[in-house]
């Protein structure tokens, strides 16, 4: 039986101030859960701040992302390491928005998202492997754009993703991957995944993995769905046979509705 998991991605919000208190209030809530995993992943700025608020629940730390180098000469950049240092045990690593593909069309019409928010599936699979390698649980992020849902190439996009992220990672070591699928127009732009079909894209995914590794690797690994998930709609998702949880943007940013979402991963364990 896999383990539901809800993960906050706070994207770029929070100040320290605001991620203590919602780091607070969501630890207040939901700090002792035992049958659900509880992952926060506030902006790099705010890791220690909210390592320190977790320090005594059962909440864990995840970062948004890292760069695959140990050290060095890498302005901005963070390695597995320091992440480490701050407390983290997960990373989401591919994240749509890392790799310039938006929902959104304001921030699609932003010139040159592609190189600024430059990831493409080769530098995903190098941080999956540096996060592997440290000892960091990769939450990998796959999902298609409309105009390739449209296309009918839902399937093929997410597949390439998929097999792209694990070139060279061996079966030992994909086991402490995550996969999130989320499609790229159900971020942040309330149009949420009918459930049916997030269910046949994260089964998808695990045939993937049973073809890649082995039944008993696909079988164990959390897939989550990704996309507008709200109190309103988590429950049809929970309840899908391939779908063990959610990675949040704007519903993780409140305590209140965050909670919520942690309460129905729970009832879904029951
Ligand atoms: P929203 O929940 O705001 O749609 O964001 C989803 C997401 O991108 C999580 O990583």
Not at 127 to 155: F, M, N, S, Y
Not at 196 to 223: F, H, K, P, T, W
């Amino acid at each position: 039986m896999r383990k539901p998991v809800m993960a906050g991605n706070w994207k770029m919000n929070c100040d320290n101030e605001e991620a203590l208190q919602l780091a607070d209030g969501v630890t207040a809530r939901a700090g002792q859960v035992e049958d659900a995993l509880v992952i926060l992943c506030p902006p790099a700025t705010a890791l220690s701040t909210v390592h320190q608020v977790i320090a005594n629940s059962n909440v864990k730390l995840g970062a948004q992302n890292l760069f695959w180098e140990e050290e060095g000469a890498f302005t901005g950049e963070l390695s597995a390491k320091m992440l480490l240092s701050c407390g983290c045990e997960f990373v989401i690593v591919g994240h749509s928005e890392r790799r310039g593909r938006f929902g959104n069309p304001d921030e699609a019409e932003v010139e040159d998202l592609g190189a600024i928010f430059g990831d493409t599936d080769a530098t995903v699979n190098r941080k999956i492997h540096a996060a592997l390698a440290a000892g960091l649980q990769p939450i990998v992020c796959v999902g298609e754009l409309l105009a390739e849902r449209q296309a009918g190439a839902t399937d093929d996009v997410v597949e390439d993703q998929v097999r792209a992220a694990l070139e060279g990672v061996t079966e030992e070591a994909a086991g402490n991957i995550i996969f999130a699928y989320e499609p790229v127009w159900a971020i942040g732009t309330g149009e949420v995944c009918d459930a049916d079909e997030a269910d046949r894209v994260c089964g998808m995914i695990r045939q993937i993995l049973a073809a890649i590794y082995s039944d008993d690797l696909a079988e164990g690994m959390q897939v989550l769905y990704g996309g507008s998930v709200k109190p309103e709609n988590v429950e049809g998702l929970m309840a899908q046979d391939n779908i063990d949880g959610g990675l949040v943007g704007g519903a993780s940013l409140q305590a209140d509705s965050f909670g919520r979402l942690i309460e129905a991963a729970v009832a879904s364990a029951g």
